[in-house]
């Protein structure tokens, strides 16, 4: 007997599957798993499903059933935006409703899939359905007829099904559990379980670099970090290779393919920042600016854990200033502010700097090269050589009023300044073929883009660096290029140890990316208004930062 064939419309929300988007499909039976057969949701990637974890099934239009496949886990819930640790798996078929999310896997790693809507499209065997559904668990149900017929289900309300959506069933019932279940540990002071890793010690403000292999974290957590890695790091990349004419980007974004090197120090880098006091104090100080950052990097279409990157170079201070005279918020180099001006016609000025002797004596200076000289100890007229090794090399600038002119230290316009300077490494096109566009931009900003284009050929650029490593490397591998060029124990190697990139910048991308990690937990914790961007992030990663002991505010400042 033929009817009319309804498909279902999904949309995954989490891991490699996240940038389809709503996908379309065929019904009137759609099975999720690692490898569900044709047709169905192929979860490869994700770990803790099964080949086949659930079934949905569609009976008309507006109306479908999901149910675990034998004791798999899946959780339902009527939006994306809850605990999923306060909601108990299915134990049989459950009513799905337009918006609805499912969880499938256990909490903290798995899938989390949105239910958008069953349309109608052609037609399909009436009896393929009762032969397809055998493996969900049945359980009785009182629904309407046509449902009733197709499979057995739960009954999940004392409600006249004559008068709802068939669909309504199961989304209220499960709002009411998942009420009853807050109210419930209200009751009893029960806390969420999190993992240990929160501020404990005094700490640093930044850690220059770690070793992985003394940083000892669990399998769970580990997994846990997966999803903002992938959406902060991988994402942007696979999205930027494909603008590019990359047509599979799967390499990039599986977990097992992906570039394991750099997600396991930005693992340890991540765990580091999370036991600090200090750190959180940083982070709250300069929520402002952090903000103003964030949303100039979004208006001009760069990623946004770029935004962490102030804080690496100068902790948001625009006074800061190191020994090679790079200053304020972005810590640029005079000659590369006075290129952006030139080159790029920014208004982004730096002017009559005065410079002062040890032996008290000054002199005049504007930079006027569009490179700063290499090497840079040697030649550069702003810094006092002190060749002989006995004293550390020392800006001759003064921090305070060294310049008479310095937009460095103008967030807004250096913020413009280093968008034009990092979308040069964003936009080339064999950097962003390689499918590591996000990292490579990131420690371009530290090792430079390419100064060849100003006679000034430095091997370390990225850009060089990448074309003679990725030489003999197939392109699938590309986007390990900066995983695999972390070679030096630190950054203050005076070798390259075997990479492609200085010791600095080897260090220097993940703890950008470790920053970022858990800045969106904190800011969307405690300054939901200012950060609105991160309210649901808690949530939509499968409870990420709901993993972790992120202090509130109040916390912070008695710290």
């Given at each position: 007997?033929?009817?009319?064939?309804?498909?279902?419309?999904?949309?995954?929300?989490?891991?490699?599957?996240?940038?389809?988007?709503?996908?379309?499909?065929?019904?009137?039976?759609?099975?999720?798993?690692?490898?569900?057969?044709?047709?169905?949701?192929?979860?490869?990637?994700?770990?803790?499903?099964?080949?086949?974890?659930?079934?949905?099934?569609?009976?008309?239009?507006?109306?479908?059933?999901?149910?675990?496949?034998?004791?798999n886990q899946i959780r339902l819930a009527?939006?994306?935006?809850?605990?999923?640790?306060?909601?108990?798996?299915?134990?049989?078929?459950?009513?799905?409703?337009?918006?609805?999310?499912?969880?499938?896997?256990?909490?903290?790693?798995?899938?989390?899939?949105?239910?958008?809507?069953?349309e109608k499209l052609g037609v399909w065997?009436?009896?393929?359905?009762?032969?397809?559904?055998?493996?969900?668990?049945?359980?009785?149900?009182?629904?309407?007829?046509?449902?009733?017929?197709?499979?057995?289900?739960?009954?999940?309300?004392?409600?006249?099904?004559?008068?709802?959506?068939?669909?309504?069933?199961?989304?209220?019932?499960?709002?009411?559990?998942?009420?009853?279940?807050?109210?419930?540990?209200?009751?009893?002071?029960?806390?969420?379980?999190?993992?240990?890793?929160?501020?404990?010690?005094?700490?640093?403000?930044?850690?220059?670099?770690?070793?992985?292999?003394?940083?000892?974290?669990?399998?769970?957590?580990?997994?846990?970090?997966?999803?903002?890695?992938?959406?902060?790091?991988?994402?942007?990349?696979?999205?930027?290779?494909?603008?590019?004419?990359?047509?599979?980007?799967?390499?990039?974004?599986?977990?097992?393919?992906?570039?394991?090197?750099?997600?396991?120090?930005?693992?340890?880098?991540?765990?580091?920042?999370?036991?600090?006091?200090?750190?959180?104090?940083?982070?709250?100080?300069?929520?402002?600016?952090?903000?103003?950052?964030?949303?100039?990097?979004?208006?001009?279409?760069?990623?946004?854990?770029?935004?962490?990157?102030?804080?690496?170079?100068?902790?948001?201070?625009?006074?800061?200033?190191?020994?090679?005279?790079?200053?304020?918020?972005?810590?640029?180099?005079?000659?590369?502010?006075?290129?952006?001006?030139?080159?790029?016609?920014?208004?982004?000025?730096?002017?009559?700097?005065?410079?002062?002797?040890?032996?008290?004596?000054?002199?005049?200076?504007?930079?006027?090269?569009?490179?700063?000289?290499?090497?840079?100890?040697?030649?550069?007229?702003?810094?006092?050589?002190?060749?002989?090794?006995?004293?550390?090399?020392?800006?001759?600038?003064?921090?305070?009023?060294?310049?008479?002119?310095?937009?460095?230290?103008?967030?807004?316009?250096?913020?413009?300044?280093?968008?034009?300077?990092?979308?040069?490494?964003?936009?080339?096109?064999?950097?962003?073929?390689?499918?590591?566009?996000?990292?490579?931009?990131?420690?371009?900003?530290?090792?430079?883009?390419?100064?060849?284009?100003?006679?000034?050929?430095?091997?370390?650029?990225?850009?060089?660096?990448?074309?003679?490593?990725?030489?003999?490397?197939?392109?699938?591998?590309?986007?390990?290029?900066?995983?695999?060029?972390?070679?030096?124990?630190?950054?203050?190697?005076?070798?390259?140890?075997?990479?492609?990139?200085?010791?600095?910048?080897?260090?220097?991308?993940?703890?950008?990316?470790?920053?970022?990690?858990?800045?969106?937990?904190?800011?969307?914790?405690?300054?939901?208004?200012?950060?609105?961007?991160?309210?649901?992030?808690?949530?939509?990663?499968?409870?990420?930062?709901?993993?972790?002991?992120?202090?509130?505010?109040?916390?912070?400042?008695?710290?």
């Open positions: 007997m033929s009817q009319e064939r309804f498909d279902v419309v999904l949309k995954v929300l989490n891991g490699p599957l996240a940038s389809m988007g709503e996908q379309t499909y065929k019904g009137p039976l759609v099975r999720l798993g690692a490898n569900p057969g044709p047709g169905g949701l192929a979860l490869t990637g994700y770990r803790g499903i099964d080949a086949r974890q659930a079934v949905i099934t569609a009976y008309g239009e507006g109306e479908a059933t999901i149910g675990p496949v034998g004791t009527p939006h994306p935006h809850v605990n999923w640790k306060e909601i108990d798996p299915l134990t049989g078929p459950e009513y799905l409703n337009q918006g609805c999310a499912v969880h499938l896997g256990p909490v903290g790693r798995g899938a989390t899939v949105q239910f958008i809507r069953v065997t009436a009896g393929r359905v009762g032969s397809a559904a055998d493996s969900v668990k049945a359980v009785e149900v009182s629904a309407p007829v046509a449902a009733k017929k197709a499979a057995p289900q739960r009954s999940v309300a004392r409600i006249a099904a004559a008068t709802l959506p068939i669909w309504f069933f199961g989304c209220f019932g499960l709002t009411v559990v998942t009420v009853g279940a807050a109210a419930l540990i209200g009751v009893y002071l029960r806390e969420p379980e999190v993992a240990r890793l929160g501020p404990i010690v005094e700490g640093e403000e930044y850690y220059e670099h770690v070793d992985p292999a003394n940083t000892k974290m669990d399998e769970e957590t580990l997994e846990g970090l997966q999803e903002p890695f992938r959406r902060l790091a991988v994402a942007p990349s696979a999205e930027r290779a494909k603008q590019a004419g990359v047509l599979d980007v799967k390499h990039i974004t599986d977990p097992s393919t992906w570039d394991e090197r750099f997600f396991s120090y930005t693992s340890a880098q991540f765990e580091q920042y999370m036991k600090s006091k200090r750190f959180f104090r940083r982070l709250d100080v300069v929520r402002k600016p952090y903000a103003q950052v964030l949303g100039q990097l979004r208006e001009a279409g760069l990623p946004e854990v770029i935004a962490a990157l102030p804080y690496t170079e100068s902790r948001y201070d625009p006074e800061a200033q190191s020994w090679a005279c790079a200053k304020g918020y972005w810590q640029f180099m005079p000659e590369v502010a006075f290129r952006i001006e030139k080159v790029n016609g920014q208004d982004f000025r730096i002017r009559d700097c005065q410079l002062r002797r040890p032996d008290g004596s000054t002199f005049n200076w504007t930079p006027s090269t569009y490179s700063p000289p290499a090497p840079l100890r040697q030649k550069a007229p702003y810094i006092d050589k002190n060749l002989t090794g006995i004293e550390p090399e020392v800006c001759l600038i003064p921090k305070q009023g060294g310049c008479r002119i310095d937009d460095r230290r103008d967030l807004e316009r250096s913020t413009k300044a280093a968008i034009f300077a990092l979308g040069e490494a964003w936009q080339n096109e064999t950097i962003a073929r390689s499918g590591g566009a996000t990292i490579m931009t990131i420690v371009s900003h530290n090792g430079g883009y390419d100064d060849s284009r100003f006679g000034k050929r430095k091997s370390f650029n990225v850009l060089p660096a990448f074309e003679a490593w990725s030489k003999r490397r197939p392109e699938s591998e590309h986007h390990l290029f900066y995983g695999e060029n972390i070679r030096c124990a630190d950054g203050r190697s005076t070798k390259f140890c075997g990479s492609r990139l200085a010791p600095e910048s080897q260090h220097y991308g993940y703890t950008v990316v470790a920053q970022h990690m858990v800045a969106v937990c904190y800011y969307g914790k405690n300054y939901r208004d200012t950060f609105a961007e991160f309210r649901s992030w808690d949530s939509l990663v499968n409870g990420y930062c709901d993993n972790f002991a992120i202090p509130t505010a109040k916390a912070v400042g008695g710290f």
